[in-house]
Nanobody, 116 residues
Framework: QVQLVESGGGLVQPGGSLTLSCAAS????????TGWYRQAPGKQRELVAT??????TNYASSVRGRFTISGDNAKNTSLQMDNLNPEDTAVYFC???????????WGQGSQVTVSS
């Protein structure tokens, strides 16, 4: 089992920045990748960014160049979000996934609202 706790969400104006943090505990050896997904009202959950234990990153095209993911062997995973726009408003979920996605764990979610 893996437990994930997110922090750092909130309200920010367009063009602003926020940093999300995810603290993981438990059987961290399970986590081949950690990352962030988001779900806006009325939409499906979508990938934002992931990072492997080797440091290989993957970003959604909508956030590439604005968001930066970092991590330390699954224990702590952060998402630096710059130049935010209203379309980034969503609940952001931290995720830990095993190789091949056999196992997948989720945090409770953190609300990010971008509004003037």
């Amino acid at each position: 089992q893996v437990q994930l706790v997110e922090s750092g969400g909130g309200l920010v104006q367009p063009g602003g920045s926020l940093t999300l943090s995810c603290a993981a505990s438990g059987s961290l050896f399970i986590c081949y990748t950690t990352g962030w997904y988001r779900q806006a009202p009325g939409k499906q959950r979508e990938l934002v960014a992931t990072i492997t234990r080797a440091g290989i990153t993957n970003y959604a095209s909508s956030v590439r160049g604005r968001f930066t993911i970092s991590g330390d062997n699954a224990k702590n995973t952060s998402l630096q979000m710059d130049n935010l726009n209203p379309e980034d408003t969503a609940v952001y979920f931290c995720n830990c996934a095993s190789y091949g996605n056999t196992y997948s764990y989720w945090g409770q979610g953190s609300q990010v609202t971008v509004s003037s």
